[in-house]
Each structure stands twice: as C-alpha cells, then as structure tokens.
C-alpha cells in the first residue's frame, strides 16, 4: 500500500533528553552515541538528543550525534531565549537536517514562574520563535502543560508561533493529566480554530502520570497530530513517556482502524530496548506490553496447547516482529502434558504415552516447589525416572 504523507506518522524519539531526565537515568557519552546510532538504524525520523544549554556533556552529545546522524533529523532543546536557543542552535547545525525545539510553559501555573502575564509570554514566543527560524528553517514550539493551558490562550500562543515561523506545533500533557477522548479534542480545536494550522504538523507529547500516555498519543493521532513523541521502554520524567514500542505496535497492528504508518522497522525494537535498560540502568518490567520478558510468553496449560495449535490464539502479534526468536513457552505449575511434550521432542526425548504420564506426575510435582521448571531440571528428571537412559 502507498502512503501519503498524510497517513505517515513521524516517529520522534527523546530517550536522550527526556528519557535521560529520568532521575538515574543518566547515560555516558559513548552510550548516547551508541543509542542515536541505533534510533537512527531503526527509522525515527527525529532523535532529540539533548539539552544542549543544560551542560557542555550535553551539548557535546548532541553536536557528535548531529554529526553522526545518517538519517534521521537531529533535534535539540532550548527554553524561550536567546542564549539557550542559540546554543541549540550551535550544537545541531551540524545535522544533515537540523531541528530547534523550543517551549514555555503557557498554563496559568507554569505562566506564574517566570512571572509574565499573558501578554508578555504572547511577545515572547514571537520573539524566540522568529530567531530561532531566523537561524533554522525547521523550527519545534511547545507550550508546556498545553493541557492545562485555557484553550483560547492555547489558540492565541499557537497561532503567534506558527506566524513566527515554527514547523511543528508540540502540545504537550506535561503531567500526564489528559485523557483519551480530550487528547483528541484538544488537537481537533487547535485544528479547526488556529488560522495556519493546515500548514504546520500537530505533535503529540505525552506523560503516563495516569498510564495513559499511549491511549492519549494514539487519541490525538486519530484528531489529526502526526507526529508522535516518545522514548524507548517509555523512560521519562516520573511515571515516563509514551513508549515508542507500544505506540509503534499499536498501529501496525491495528492498522485496520488506524492507518497510519511509520517508517520504523520493528524486528529492531527488542535490541534498543534491551540496550537502552541496560545503559540508563532501568530494568523493563516483565509485564511490559511489547518488550517485557512475560511479552509473548504463555505458561498455562490452556494458553501453550493453544499456542501450540495456532500461536494467533493468545498472540496479537508475531514476536518476530519485534525482533525476538519466537514465542516462549516457560514450563511451571500451570502447564500441561502439550507444552511438556513439546518441550521433551524440543530436547530429543519422544517419550512414550505411558513415560510422558509418569514424567508428568513428577513434573507437577517439582513444579509445585519451583516457580520454573528449566531444561536441566527436566533432564534430571528424565533421568531420575529412568526415561533419559
Ligand atoms: O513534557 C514536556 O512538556 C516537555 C517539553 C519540554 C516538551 O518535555
Ligand atoms: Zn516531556
């Protein structure tokens, strides 16, 4: 199938500044170099790396990967000024095709902090804005906490950005506090009521405060956003980001109700994730939709004769798909005389009936005292019950 630019979703991945924000998440040099390389490989199409006014490491990171980069835009983050815009502008000038994103806080309680009034913010995004595409014709906005921001404020701020020149509007849940259905409206009005907004692309950044980050994208992808931002195993600020995995995922798989592509190639999605835990140091969940160890892994009888019938019974997915070998099928107390089986011919045992009954009784047995049951303790099973010799 072809697709229009229209169906196509820009994958935005900032595992490298918002993920990285994540306290204890901080990654080295080398290991950022490392992870851009492989966003880069697997088809996002921007890759915020960095802060780059936060520190001379940050900005470091993010010049070498603007460097690096074959691909993908590279994207760096700066405040509502001059200095940090400028910074920003330094370190990712050097990209094939560079991105500035720049933000303010525009909800009463993030207005309050710099101490400007509705008007003088207005001035501001003018301002920072216009330099910023003075310096780069691909220029990012976000009003942070935009859902919490009233909505004709929101309109106002939106519109002053987009006539100053930014390419990309990013409406951020800042803290997780939106919900599906008023993700969805909240891009629909800001569609329908800023003159302008047809020309620019609609990006969706989302907090999982409520677990809903992904719902939420996915909300506003189906209004009208086109691109996503998110982070690998959804690292973030708190309760994380939308997870790339599961927003990918989700509309490959459903693509039926939502047809929207991407361009990343998901048999990578497993590598980055177990690359990213490792280097920021937070282990993925083992329920975790998509890259958690239980992900395609069935333990009950029910579950692993099914599977072994037709995995489609209990998997939406093929876990080849995402870059795994094939489906697990963990033996435990749960399991039946099918998964048993198979798991005997996998290791060259074809147990006759009355052997496989007896293996069985014995199996249940250590199952009951162990939460798995691993190949060496089937052999010495086997050999206990004389069916190994
Ligand atoms: O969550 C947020 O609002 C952000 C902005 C800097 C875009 O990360
Ligand atoms: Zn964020």
Known sequence: MTQTDKDRVLIFDTTLRDGEQSPGATMSHNEKMEIATLLDEMGVDIIEAGFPIASIGDFEAVSEIAKLAK?????????????????????????????????IGTSPLHRAIPNLDMDQMAERIHDTVTHARNLCDNVQWSPMDATRTEHDYLCRVVEIAIKAGATTINIPDTVGYTIPRESAELIEMLRNRVPGADDIIFATHCHNDLGMATANALAAVEAGARQIECTINGLGERAGNTALEEVVMALKIRHDRMPFGTKIDTTKIMNISRRVAQVAGFPVQYNKAIVGKNAFAHESGIHQDGMLKNAETFEIMRPQDVGLSGTSLPLGKHSGRAALRAKLDELGFALADNQLKDVFVRFKELADRKKEVFDEDLMALLRDSGAAE
């Open 71 to 103: 691909t993908a835009t590279i994207c760096g983050l700066a405040r509502a000024n001059i200095g940090d815009i400028d910074r920003c502008w330094e370190a990712v000038k050097h990209a094939k095709s560079p991105r500035i994103h720049t933000f």
